[in-house]
């Protein structure tokens, strides 16, 4: 079955379709992109469990190697499956905030719990109301990307959507870091 041929029997993905491919599994976040409510939010609470369990088990090195091959395949999954689904970015779509704060969460670590609580918080506001730069970002993806859902996309264009998919949640997690590291600053001078 293609993608298309897919797409048109799709109008909401369920947890069977979602599962019926690794690929979508993944793009869904082992299906915590099908929640009702905040997909994204989801998946970033799974991504922030994974983490914390990979963290138990492999080093911050292992632990980059994972997130920087799924930032990079995650250009493809997300890309293939949003042409399956016929939609730009669609919101169920969560690979892109768990690698994105996973990434992010290296970056800060070790820090306290309330530290990763507050950069779960950033995170979300910055990926959910996209400010500036991340805005940006998104509406120059959107804008150029353009889904003829009577042609198949080229490998090119799936890998470009997913790029696009990912990068402003990239930015999301940058400005999450800077806002934190901002805080920390000010704190030290005050102390």
Known sequence: MSPKTSQSAITKPNLQWVF????RALAFGFGSGLAPF???TAGTLWAWAI???????????????????????????????????GKKDFGGI????????????ICLMPTHFWVQLLAFALFRFFDAVKPGPIGWIDAHFKKIEAIDSTTPSSSRQILWR????????????LLTFLT????????????
């Not at 019926?20 to 690929?23: E, K, L, Q």
């Open 94 to 105: 969560v690979w892109d905030e768990m690698v994105a704060f996973c990434l992010l969460l």
């Open 20 to 23: 019926a491919s690794p690929i």
């Open 38 to 40: 905040a997909p994204g």
């Open 51 to 85: 983490f914390l369990l990979g963290q138990s088990f492999l080093s911050t090195e292992q632990l980059l190697w994972i997130v920087g091959i799924g930032l990079l395949l995650g250009c493809w999954i997300c890309g293939r499956v949003s042409e399956e689904l």
């Open 162 to 173: 997913g790029f696009g998919i990912i990068a402003d949640d990239l930015a999301a997690a």
């Open 180 to 191: 934190l590291a901002l805080a920390h600053a000010g704190l030290m001078v005050l102390s």
